[in-house]
Structure formats: C-alpha cells, structure tokens
C-alpha cells in the first residue's frame, strides 16, 4: 500500500506540475491544442493564471507530501490526504465549469479517491 500510494503521489506531482508550468509558458493552449473557449464559463481569458494555480496548489501539495512520505515524516498520511483532496477539488471544478477533456478529469479524479483512500488506510482509519 505504501509504494502504491508512493507511486500515485509521484505520477501526481510529475504530471501536474508539467502541466502547470506548460500552461504559464503557453497561456493560450494552443501546445497542447487547446482552445480558450473552453475557458468562456469561467473567470480565465487564457490558461496562465490556472496553470499557477495548478502548481501552487496540486502540484506544490503533492511535491511536499512526497518529500515527507520519502523523509517518512510522522504525519506523512496527512499530507497525503491534503494533496488527494486538493486534486479531487480541482478536478471536480474543472468537471463543473468546463465540462470538457471529461476522461481526463474522471482519472484524476479516481487518482485522488485512491490517493485519499490509501492514505485513510495507511493512517489506520478504515473507511470501508
């Protein structure tokens, strides 16, 4: 269990924090042919300001919580769990306002229930 949620937190944190940082560089979307009309239902003219909100929040949660699960800090589970939820939060928002590229979203979204999952798991808390 700890090297699955390992390797779900290091997927995590590679992927998104590429994302994050392609989104800045190329805030129109066109390198990952993307149009900003997906973006109209939002507050966003262009993909540079979510994409520093990807990193910061996703991607920077999850870099910290692989340090701390590599360190094996103490409460290593936790930041885990912060990590997963603030994936599962991002994703349902971008299943709520864009309502596009839905089966991307739907395997983040799996990624971060297992990742959450895990984690109760590991912290001793059965949910299930």
Known sequence: ??????????????TVNVMGLILMCFPD????NLTVTILNKTVFKDFQLPGIILTLTVGVSN?????FLIE????????ALLAGWLLFFWCSTQLFFIREYISIAIFYLFIASSIILVSY??????LV
């Open 72 to 79: 094996k800090v103490n409460k290593k589970y936790n930041y």
């Open 121 to 126: 798991q590991l912290k001793g808390k059965n």
């Open 1 to 14: 269990m700890k090297s699955f949620l390992l390797f779900l937190i290091v997927f995590v944190t590679i």
């Open 29 to 32: 979307g066109s390198i990952l």
């Open 63 to 67: 870099l910290i919580a692989l340090y």
